[in-house]
């Protein structure tokens, strides 16, 4: 018996009436990613959202001449600042915190998408987390990877060595992107306080009230004292990628600085030694000395990332204030 053919234009829009079809849809999807229903009190609050900007949805659905994407969030707008809302964009100027839902319109027919439809492949709908790299690392080489090598049978692909060059290629990118991954991190992690630095919301008025606190105040100036010894320690460091570590680690892989092998890593100085072994027959090329200069400064961008943290903010804003108040007095 052949399977019944489902139209899923007629499929029922969902339970925001106050919608069109599509935009019901869109709306019941975001609220289903996000756990809404646990969050608001009514669908009703939910659905306010999409006819506040019922503007925005419909420009990315039926004008042709804007972004074939829209990204809702379910975050806070400004990071360290204000209480979580819901918000959409076309994800140019917005860091993802958590996750996001996103919905891609299909530009190939070029038409408008029909609103009085509540599901087609007219748009595609997904969710993205902020760990996608470490996610398309695990597919690859969890999934994909594994399941082509049980495959015989490729399809028009009929020679080993096409296959085998092109699992190499694949292994090859997997490396690459956790080597990214690594060095996203940075080689330097910047104290956060939390005891003091959460009960202070990020206002002047508040940094005002803080720097009166000499305890405060005291905190959070051995708090920046050791962020500068931090910084300085590792711009003024020069051993950065070692030959050895490198050639331990079978190539520009893991580059990470021979002097924080025991501290990061705990790999004691027995392995240390055999890696300065192993060094005296490994000559470092340029992509060593290019790999070495980018980790340091994408370690000196994750430095600032992470002073816009809000405890951070914080204890700069405390610290601003205080100095302020002092300089004032003087003079």
Known sequence: MADKK??????AAGPYVSLPPRQSWMCQKVAQAFNLDTVF??????????????GKIDAFLT????????????????????????FCSTGENTKLEGKCVYFVRDVS?????KTTVANDNDVLCGEVNSNILHSMVATLSEVYTPFLKSKD??????????????????????????????????????????????????????????CKEHKIVSSFRGVVDGWCKDV????????GVDAAQIAASGGAGALVPVSSIDRKTGVGAAAAHVAQQAAAAYEPGPEVEIEYWSRRLLTLISITEQLKTKNNRVVTGVLKQYVSIVLTSAF
């Open 41 to 54: 009190e009514s669908n009703k609050e939910i659905e306010q959202y999409f006819i506040d900007n019922l």
């Open 6 to 11: 489902i139209d899923i234009s007629a499929v």
């Open 63 to 86: 004008k042709l001449d804007t972004p074939p994407r829209l990204f809702f969030f379910y975050q806070q707008k400004t990071p360290g600042q204000g209480k979580k809302e819901i």
């Open 153 to 210: 049978e490729w399809g028009s692909i009929k020679e080993d060595k096409t296959r085998k060059v092109f699992l190499n290629e694949t292994g090859k990118f997997a490396d690459t992107i956790k080597r990214k991954i690594t060095n996203l991190r940075g080689d330097v992690e910047l104290y956060t306080p939390t005891a003091m630095a959460d009960p202070i919301e990020q206002k002047p008025n508040a940094y005002e009230v803080a």
């Open 232 to 239: 300085y320690a590792y711009i003024k460091s020069t051993d």
């Open 109 to 113: 027919n070029h038409k408008p998408v």
